[in-house]
């Protein structure tokens, strides 16, 4: 095998020129496929992190009910089960949640919305809503001003409202009558998502039970925020308080909540391994290519080989062996330079606003930090060394069919 080895590797720089050309596009194909993978995975990853920290927590707990038909009645007492689920050490942070189907009117127009009571200081332990109201727009609930409400920029455009505006929700108590309020616009949030800005005002539960007669302490949703967003995290916290709810009550996770987005996380690695194959297989017609001019230049030199004792089989093996040392050595400085562009660019962020800015209207952030799993980058490593195999396999089936009495006498 040792002589096999050298053979191959004396064999490869023969010529310079063409094992370096290919040894280059190797490298540049790597350093781009990486980079994809990279930038594909933090995509997703700024997108799922802006959804939980804003849209959808980690957790969420409702009655089967609720689910079913999101109706007032649907309700249930939160406290107890409050104080058990901020015992578990994964929990950051947790928010009950009243959620009303209404209609919102202003002197200009009139729609259905859905109408979030929540207490203030609970819900900034686990969304960072607060965070997307500037000076100018207002404040989160800080005047303590009853039938104060939060609307969002889109709702203020559609309906013609400013700060200190008045609006009219209108909704269904629990005796199934139906009641209206004044509310005054004290926040205009804008987070650059079109489809929960236009579907969610926010206003104190307080206010909205008193409006609605809601029991005292009953709530329709708490909303779970997880101390880090590993799904090892999520899936072990998420049996340890799903054992602790009654039968009439469920836990999902953002997953479920949201399935278009289990779906970008789940498919991530197929999707990004479809992309390296698609480089890859390009890549493997030049190696081709290649190892096939190479073959033919040697005609006289392998009829030598086989006519002096090697066998066939070792002659694939010296032809795939050639193949799969180009590959390894681009492959493999193509992999080390594109994890370290991806660790530059995980830290400094890559800032997509210019050139994909409208992306930013549903709800993916425009400052991408790249990244690249070990499963990814070890699937990546492997895909090279099959492809320097593969791609041997034909120029090595017409070495061995050489014949050693005619070959020599070229």
Known sequence: MKIILKLAWKNIWRNKLRSSLIII???????????????????????????IDIEIPHLQINTKKYLEQSDIENNFSFPILEKTILSNNNVKGISPRIIINSMISSSYKIGGIQVYGIIPEKEKTISKLNEYIKDSMGNYFEDNIPYSIIISKKISEKYKLKLKSKLILSMVDTSGGQVSAAFRVCGIYNIGNSIFEESKVFVRAEDLRELTNLPKDNIHEIAIKLKDDKISTLNKTEKEIGVLLNQDKTIRNWKEIDPMMGYYNDFMNIELMIIISIILFGLGFGIVNTILMSVMERKRELSMLMAIGMNKKKVLELIIIESTILTSIG????????????????????????????????????????????????????????????????????????????????
């Open 25 to 51: 596009s190797v490298i540049i194909g790597l350093v781009a496929g990486v980079f994809i993978v990279g930038f594909m995975n933090g995509f997703v990853e700024e997108k799922i992190k802006s959804v």
């Open 331 to 410: 492959g493999f400085i193509g992999m080390i330079i594109g994890y370290i562009i991806i660790i530059i660019l995980n830290k400094t962020g890559l800032d997509i606003s210019s050139s994909m800015g409208s992306v930013g209207e549903y709800g993916f952030s425009t400052l991408i930090h790249p990244s690249i799993t070990l499963f990814q980058f070890i699937s990546i490593a492997i895909m090279v060394i099959l492809t320097g195999i593969l791609s041997a396999i034909y120029p090595a089936k017409s070495a061995i069919k050489l014949n050693p009495a005619q070959g020599v006498r070229q």
